[in-house]
C-alpha cells in the first residue's frame, strides 16, 4: 500500500527556505501525501478548556481532520522556520492543542491515546549560524511522548539571512530523506 505522508508547513513564506526544504526533502517519494500550512489553517490556540479531561478530542472543532489525518498518517514531517527559538506562532498552536492526547493519556488513562506509531522528520530554517533548533526539537519529542511519534531525524539549514540555502545540506538532506523513506517503508526514486 502507498504510505501516507502527513507534511506541516510552520511557516509564511511560500518559496521560503522551509518550504523549499520539504519539497527537497520528499522530492521522489512515491507516496500519497497530506498538506497542511499552519498560516492558512489559522487554528485556534489551546484555551485549556479542559474539556478533554473529561472528553475524548478537543472542544474546538476546526482541527478534526487535521486529528484524523494525523492519527493515520504513516509518517510526518514538520517544516519551519525557526522564530525566537521556537515555533511561529501558527504551529505553536497545533502543538499547543496536542494537548487533548496528554489529557487522554493521563486523564482518561488511554495507554496510548493513538495506537500505531509513526515516525517524524523535522526541517527547519534560520537567520542565524549558530541556531541549533533544539528547543524545537524538544518540543516535538514533548507532544511524541503521547502521540507515538518518534523524531527520526531532522535537518537544519542556518545563516537564511545571510544567503545560506537549501542546497548548502544537500547531502544532509539526501541521508535523512532516505532514513525518514526506509522508516515509513516507502519508495524513492533517488534521482530526483
Ligand atoms: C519573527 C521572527 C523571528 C525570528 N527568530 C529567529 C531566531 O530566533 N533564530 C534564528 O536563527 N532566526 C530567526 N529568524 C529568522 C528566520 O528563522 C529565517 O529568516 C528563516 O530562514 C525564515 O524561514 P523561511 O525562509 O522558510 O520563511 C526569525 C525571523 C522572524 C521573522
Known amino acids: 500500500m502507498t504510505p501516507l505522508i502527513l507534511t506541516i508547513s510552520g511557516g509564511p513564506r511560500k518559496d521560503g527556505c522551509s518550504a523549499r526544504l520539504l519539497r527537497r526533502f520528499t522530492a521522489g517519494w512515491q507516496a500519497a501525501f497530506i498538506h497542511y500550512d499552519a498560516y492558512e489553517c489559522r487554528f485556534a490556540p489551546c484555551s485549556d478548556c479542559r474539556f478533554c479531561r473529561e472528553h475524548e478530542g ?8 487535521f486529528f484524523a489525518d494525523f492519527e493515520r498518517a504513516d509518517g510526518i514531517v514538520f517544516a519551519s522556520p525557526v522564530y525566537n527559538m521556537s515555533f511561529p506562532a501558527p ?18 488513562g488511554q495507554r496510548p491515546p493513538i495506537a500505531r506509531f509513526r515516525p517524524a522528520a523535522l526541517l527547519l530554517s534560520a537567520g542565524s549560524h549558530d541556531e541549533d533548533g533544539s528547543i524545537v526539537a524538544s518540543q516535538l519529542r514533548k507532544i511524541f511522548t503521547v502521540t ?3 523524531l527520526t531525524c531532522s535537518v537544519i539549514v542556518n545563516n537564511t539571512d545571510r544567503g545560506g540555502c537549501v542546497a548548502d545540506k544537500e547531502n544532509e538532506i539526501r541521508s535523512a530523506a532516505a532514513l525518514f523513506a526506509a522508516s515509513v517503508g516507502l519508495i524513492t526514486n533517488s534521482s530526483q
Open 91 to 108: 504551529m505553536k498552536a497545533v502543538i499547543d492543542r496536542m494537548q487533548r492526547y496528554y489529557s487522554a493519556r493521563f486523564f482518561l
Open 148 to 150: 507515538n511519534c518518534e
Open 58 to 65: 478537543c472542544a474546538i472543532d476546526d482541527m478534526d481532520g
